[in-house]
C-alpha cells in the first residue's frame, strides 16, 4: 500500500511540474535561464568579454603616480570624474589596468544592494586612467555591444542577479570576477543587441535631461527664496522696510509629547500624532496630511502632547534640526517639536522662511552631542520678514507655484524611469523584439 501511495504521490508531483511549466510560444526556446528566442544564445559572460579585476591599491609600490577609479566613480549608467585618486604604477602594470573607451566598469566589492553597479566608460576623464581592484573591467569581444552590455549588467544588479551570486562579507559584497565571468544569460544577435541599447538609451538620455532641468529649477527655487525671504528683492507692488521680529511675536509655540507606550487605552485612537519619521517621509514636500501613529483622547490628556490646528508649522527641534512641515489636518507631536501657529504671518510664507533657518538653529544647540532647541530659544530667535502679510502671501504664492513645477518634473521623471523599467523586463528578455 505503501508503494502505491508513493507512486500516486510521484506521479502527481510530476504532473503539477508539467501543469506549472509555461508553454513555449512560437518562436521562442526553453533554456536553462527560461524562455528566449530561438536566435538568442546563452553564454557565460567571459565568453562575451575580456574580464579583469583592477590593481590592488599600494602607496609605496615602485612606480609613477597614475590616476584610477574606484567604486566612488562608477554609479549606475554614469561615470563621476570629481574625485579620482592616484597611486603608483609600473608602465606595465598601468597598461595592464588601464580603462579604455567602450569599457563596462562594475564595483566588484560593494554594499549587497549596490554589489555590481555599472556604467560604460567613454572616456570621462581627461587623461589615460586605470582601475583599482574594487572594480571589475568587462571588454567587450567581436560581435557584442558593449552599449548592449551595459545594459544588461545594469539590469542585472537592479533586479538583484548580482547580489544573489556575490560572495558576502561583513558589510561588503564580492562579486567576483570569477564569479561574474561564470554567468550564464541571454545574449541577442549583434543586430539586436544594437537595437536595443540604442532604445534603451535614448531613455537613459531623456531622464539625464530630466535630471539637468529639475537641478536647474532647484537653484532658480533656492535663489528666489535667498532673495524673496530676506527682502533683497520685492515683489512689484510691494515696497516699504521688511522688519525683524522675534518669533514668539509672529507665531504660537507649542511642543509636544508621547502617552506611556506600556498603557494601549493611550493609543490607536482617532488623534493623529506626529513623528520626525513622518516629517522625512515628505522628502521635502511641504503638506503633512496624516500621521503613521495616532493616539487617542485619554493618550492627549494623560500626555504634554497638544493640538496643533491645521496649516500651522510643524518643526523638528530635537537630534534632527528644522525639518518642517505645514499640517492640514488637527495633529499632536512628540516631544521632538516645537510647533509654530502663526498669529501676525502668513503660514505659507513663515514655511519658506523657516526651512532656510537651519543653520541657525543648529547654532543654538552649542555644540551639544545631543542637539535640542528650546522652547525658550525659539520665542527669542529673530527672523526677517515684511511687514504687510499680503506681500508675505504673495511670496508663498511665487515658491508654491516653484514647488509645484518642480513636482510635476519629478513625477514625469519617476514615470519615465519607471517606463525604463518595463522597458528593460520586455528587451533584454526577449518577450518584446525590435529586429
Known amino acids: 500500500m505503501t508503494d502505491e501511495v508513493l507512486e500516486v504521490c510521484d506521479a502527481s508531483a510530476g504532473y503539477a511540474r508539467q501543469m506549472d511549466r509555461p508553454a513555449v510560444p512560437e518562436g521562442y526556446r526553453d533554456t536553462e535561464i527560461g524562455i528566449i528566442p530561438e536566435d538568442w544564445e546563452v553564454s557565460a559572460a567571459r565568453q ?3 574580464i579583469l579585476a583592477g590593481k590592488a591599491l599600494a602607496i609605496n609600490a615602485p612606480g609613477e603616480q597614475r590616476p584610477y577609479l574606484r567604486t566612488k566613480n562608477v554609479l549606475d549608467g554614469r561615470i563621476d570624474i570629481t574625485d579620482v585618486l592616484k597611486m603608483p604604477m609600473t608602465d606595465e602594470q598601468f597598461r595592464q589596468f588601464q580603462v579604455r573607451n567602450g569599457d563596462v566598469l562594475l564595483n566588484e566589492g560593494q554594499s549587497l544592494e549596490l554589489v555590481g553597479r555599472c556604467s560604460i566608460y567613454n572616456d570621462e576623464y581627461p587623461e589615460p586612467c586605470a582601475i583599482q581592484n574594487a572594480l571589475l573591467r568587462f571588454r567587450a569581444r567581436s560581435g557584442v555591444c558593449e552599449n548592449f552590455a551595459s545594459h544588461l549588467f545594469r539590469h542585472c544588479q537592479q533586479t538583484g542577479v548580482f547580489s544573489r551570486i556575490s560572495l558576502q562579507t561583513t558589510s561588503v559584497a564580492h562579486l567576483g570576477s570569477t564569479r561574474f565571468g561564470r554567468l550564464r544569460l541571454a545574449w541577442p544577435t549583434e543586430a539586436e543587441q544594437r537595437a536595443i541599447a540604442t532604445a534603451l538609451s535614448d531613455v537613459d538620455s531623456l531622464l539625464g535631461s530630466l535630471d539637468r532641468l529639475i ?33 514668539e511675536e509672529i507665531a504660537d509655540i507649542r511642543s509636544g509629547g508621547t502617552p506611556s507606550t506600556t498603557n494601549q487605552d493611550l493609543w490607536n485612537g482617532g488623534v493623529a500624532w506626529c513623528t520626525p519619521t513622518d516629517i522625512t517621509a515628505l522628502h521635502g514636500r511641504k503638506h503633512l496630511t496624516e500621521t503613521e501613529r495616532t493616539i487617542s483622547q485619554k493618550g492627549l490628556q494623560a500626555s504634554s502632547a497638544e493640538v496643533i490646528p491645521p496649516n500651522s508649522i510643524i518643526m523638528t527641534t530635537r537630534a534632527t534640526i528644522g525639518e518642517c512641515a505645514i499640517n492640514t489636518i488637527p495633529m499632536t507631536t512628540n516631544q521632538g517639536f516645537k510647533n509654530l501657529i502663526p498669529l501676525n504671518a502668513d503660514s505659507e510664507f513663515l514655511f519658506y522662511l523657516m526651512t532656510t533657518q537651519k543653520q ?4 543654538l544647540c552649542g555644540g551639544s552631542t545631543f542637539l535640542e532647541v528650546g522652547k525658550k530659544q525659539l520665542q527669542t530667535f529673530k527672523v526677517t520678514l515684511p511687514s504687510d502679510i499680503e506681500e508675505q502671501a504673495a511670496i508663498a504664492t511665487v515658491l508654491s507655484d516653484m514647488d509645484a513645477e518642480l513636482e510635476a518634473l519629478e513625477q514625469r521623471r519617476s514615470k519615465t524611469a519607471e517606463l525604463k523599467q518595463g522597458m528593460m523586463q520586455e528587451l533584454l528578455t526577449g518577450r518584446t523584439r525590435l529586429v
Open 215 to 247: 537641478a536647474k529649477k532647484r537653484d532658480i527655487k533656492q535663489a528666489a527664496m535667498q532673495q524673496l525671504l530676506t527682502g533683497e528683492t520685492r515683489l512689484p507692488g510691494f515696497e516699504g522696510a521688511c522688519e525683524t521680529k522675534t518669533l
Open 48 to 50: 562575451k568579454g575580456e
Open 360 to 363: 541657525l538653529l543648529l547654532q
